[in-house]
């Protein structure tokens, strides 16, 4: 079993910035694989946030409510998935995940949560006022 793992989360003020990131192990191959990130806020569902196919710019996608502020990226070399969160806002609060598609080859387009099959266990992310 494929274990991600995230870091980076933490407590900043509103228009501040964190930058996750998700260590994908060193054994499995990285590339050309559907990776993204997803936050759960308390009560509420999974939502997606962004998603890429590493290790190139197809498929790049994000949440409306999140574009021009987050961005995500990618470097083989070191298998991690990053998260570069800019101006932060109290409604970003939330347990933030790092997801991937086992399935190599296969585009971001179409996939749905169920199609991620590789998970971390979350790294809080509390943005105040």
């Known amino acids: 079993q494929i274990r991600l793992v995230e870091s980076g989360g933490g407590s900043v003020q509103a228009g501040g910035s964190l930058r996750l990131s998700c260590k994908v192990p060193g054994e499995v191959v990285f590339v050309r694989h559907c990776m993204g990130w997803f936050r759960q806020a308390p009560g509420q569902e999974r939502e997606a946030v962004a998603v890429?196919?590493?290790?190139?710019?197809?498929?790049?996608s994000y949440a409306e409510s999140v574009k021009g502020r987050f961005t995500v990226s990618d470097d083989n070399d070191v298998h991690m998935l990053y998260l570069q969160m800019n101006s932060l806002k109290p409604e970003d609060t939330g347990t933030y995940f790092c997801?991937?598609?086992?399935?190599?080859?296969?585009?971001?387009?179409?996939?749905?949560?169920?199609?991620?099959?590789?998970w971390g266990q979350g790294t809080q992310v509390t943005v105040s006022s």
């Open positions: 890429r196919y590493t290790d190139t710019d197809i498929g790049l």
């Open positions: 997801a991937r598609d086992g399935l190599q080859y296969r585009y971001c387009s179409g996939l749905s949560e169920q199609d991620f099959d590789q």
